[in-house]
């Protein structure tokens, strides 16, 4: 069965400096990942999915993501965050074949300070 | 479009009441799923349903969770009667063609309080 892991269950930052959200997969196919933002009373929006092709994933807002197959691990970084980033970030997987069946991590909540 | 839409917002209940949370999806959007959200848990899928047909309820804590997709346009979740574990949020999320990797629209979802 396939699982997430979202190591970190917040992470604040100052407004401008770079972040990285880890998070580490298992399953025994092929699989699907993806990133979801989650904003205050509001439900999950895409922000970027990895599918095949090029490791190197961008999504919305400036942020990217890169797959490592070896590492099982799809990290999710910006370069310069904004107040308006603060969020909750989740990262979810789907294996081959049941695509519908996405599996969510817990969660890691983005705070951004001034 | 509106998006996904979910009635109502905050619902408080009392132990053992029934309770019916209401869901309507994107026009055009094949595939519907119900999630609950919680802290202990995270983000678990109950029910999905594809051409309003329960496709995979094993997700589905109890007998006391019932589902239905009467049309496309509709489904609801049902808890009878409801318990103060079962509090959370629950979302409602539709799709075009998630076996293609479509991304889920989610709702902004129903907290769900029982006393």
């Known amino acids: 069965a396939q699982s997430v892991t979202q190591l970190d269950s917040q992470v604040p930052v100052f407004e401008e400096a770079p972040v990285e959200l880890r998070c580490n997969y298992s399953s025994s196919v092929s699989v699907y990942l993806f990133w979801y933002v989650q904003y205050p009373n509001q439900g999950l929006q895409l922000l970027l999915k990895y599918l095949s092709g090029s490791t190197l994933v961008k999504g919305i807002n400036g942020f990217e993501a890169e797959f490592n197959k070896s590492q099982t691990s799809f990290h999710l970084r910006k370069p310069s965050v904004h107040i308006s980033d603060t969020a909750e970030y989740f990262c979810?997987?789907?294996?081959?074949?049941?695509?519908?069946?996405?599996?969510f991590g817990k969660g890691t909540l983005l705070t951004v300070n001034p | 479009d509106a998006g996904v839409i979910q009635s109502p917002r905050h619902e408080v209940t009392e132990m053992g009441q029934e309770v019916t949370l209401r869901c309507k999806p994107i026009?055009?959007?094949?595939?519907l799923f119900w999630y609950r959200q919680t802290m202990m848990r995270g983000l678990e899928l109950l029910i999905y349903?594809?051409?309003?047909?329960?496709?995979?309820d094993s997700g589905m804590p109890e007998d006391r969770f019932s589902a239905k997709m009467p049309n496309a346009s509709f489904s609801t979740l049902k808890i009878q009667p409801s318990e103060p574990r079962d509090s959370a949020v629950y979302f409602c999320?539709?799709?075009?063609?998630?076996?293609?990797?479509?991304?889920?629209?989610f709702g902004s979802g129903t907290q769900l309080s029982v006393l």
């Open positions: 979810a997987v789907s294996e081959g074949g049941s695509n519908y069946k996405l599996t």
């Open positions: 026009s055009g959007h094949n595939s």
């Open positions: 999320a539709s799709s075009l063609r998630p076996m293609e990797d479509e991304k889920l629209f």
């Open positions: 349903f594809n051409n309003n047909v329960p496709i995979d």
